[in-house]
Every structure is written in structure tokens, then in C-alpha cells.
């Protein structure tokens, strides 16, 4: 897995007005939670969105250096959420949550169904009924996603999340 190093700044000024500003002057107004508490930053909308378009970037470790705060330690963190402007597709917003490298974290992975079932090739219809799968592990060991081989099925068969084999330390929650 990538990690990205990132800068941001902390800011004291919260509310609608002051992140129209942020984003006006090329900046992502952003939340770091850490532990029930959250800290309100802003970071430059390029890196934030060249982390987002990199291969597994919304899973991607965050190196994060924050400026203008007196506990200014270096922080890992993951990408919680984003929002996405619908008629810009600029970002809006960003939520990091603050990682420990030791503690597993939950988070959703994307489903990658590969080969063509025998079963379509027959006359019959695929139906996939989940997208991604919650699983559980240290953050150096989230997967960018977990591929299903379905050559093998036939018409009427199915595939359950318990015939997947996840990677060691992962464990597969949904």
C-alpha cells in the first residue's frame, strides 16, 4: 500500500462562510478525528485530489503534518468520507480518521469479479448482489480491493463471502 505525505493546515474558524473562502483561495476544509476528538483543518485541493485518483486512494495511508497547532506531531490517518460538488465535481469536504499502525480498523473494500462464468456462457444471467465487503485489519494491510475468480460457476450456482479466501491478518466482517 502507498502512503502519501500531506500537509495541512489547522484552522480556528469554522462555518459556511470561512469554507467558501478556503475553497475559493484552492483549499479543502477537512475534520481529523482522532479518539472522539476532532480537529478542523484545511488542506490544498491538489493533493487531496491526486491521493483520490491514485490507485487505491481512498484507502491510502496519509502521512499527515499538521501546521499552526501547538501538538504538531506527524499523524497517520485514512480517508473517512468525501463529498464531491455534483455540478463542478469539485471537492467540497474531506473527514480523515487518525489511524494507529498497531489497531485494526473496519473499512469497506471494493469486490472485483474476474473470469466469465461458465453458467452465462450457457444462456444464464450474473447477479451480483454486493459490491463490497467490510473487513477488518492493520491499515498497512487494507487491500486496494478483493477479486472473485467466477469462471468455475454454472448456471444456478452461487458464491456466499464465506467461500472467499481473504489475505492473512484480514477478516472479512459483512
Same mark, same amino acid.
Given at each position: ?6 500537509? /495541512? ?20 476544509? $477537512? ?10 483543518? $484545511? ?7 491526486? &491521493? ?9 495511508? =496519509? ?13 497517520? /490517518? ?5 463529498? =464531491? ?32 462464468? $461458465? ?8 447477479? $451480483? ?12 494491510? &487494507? ?11 454454472? &448456471? ?13 491478518? =484480514?477478516?472479512?466482517?459483512?
Amino acid at each position: 500500500m502507498e502512503k502519501f505525505a500531506l500537509t /495541512a493546515q489547522f484552522r480556528e474558524k469554522t462555518g459556511k462562510g470561512v469554507a467558501r473562502g478556503l475553497r475559493r483561495g484552492q483549499m479543502v476544509p $477537512a475534520v481529523l478525528y482522532s479518539h472522539g476528538k476532532s480537529t478542523p483543518i $484545511a488542506m490544498k485541493d491538489k493533493e487531496v485530489n491526486s &491521493i483520490l485518483n491514485a490507485e487505491g486512494g481512498e484507502h491510502a495511508l =496519509i502521512s499527515l503534518r499538521l501546521e499552526g497547532i501547538k501538538d504538531a506531531a506527524e499523524r497517520v /490517518a485514512l480517508i473517512k468520507d468525501y463529498q =464531491i460538488d455534483p455540478v463542478s465535481g469539485g471537492l467540497i469536504h474531506v473527514d480523515l480518521m487518525e489511524v494507529a499502525m498497531d489497531e485494526k480498523v473496519r473499512i469497506p473494500v471494493a469486490l472485483h469479479i474476474t473470469g466469465a462464468a $461458465a453458467g452465462v456462457k450457457e444462456g444464464g444471467i450474473l447477479q $451480483a448482489g454486493m459490491r463490497e465487503l467490510e473487513v477488518e485489519c492493520l491499515p498497512n494491510q &487494507i487491500p486496494g480491493s478483493i477479486d472473485i475468480d467466477i469462471s468455475e460457476l454454472k &448456471i444456478n450456482e452461487s458464491l456466499h463471502v464465506r467461500d472467499i479466501k481473504p489475505a492473512p491478518g =484480514i477478516r472479512i466482517l459483512t
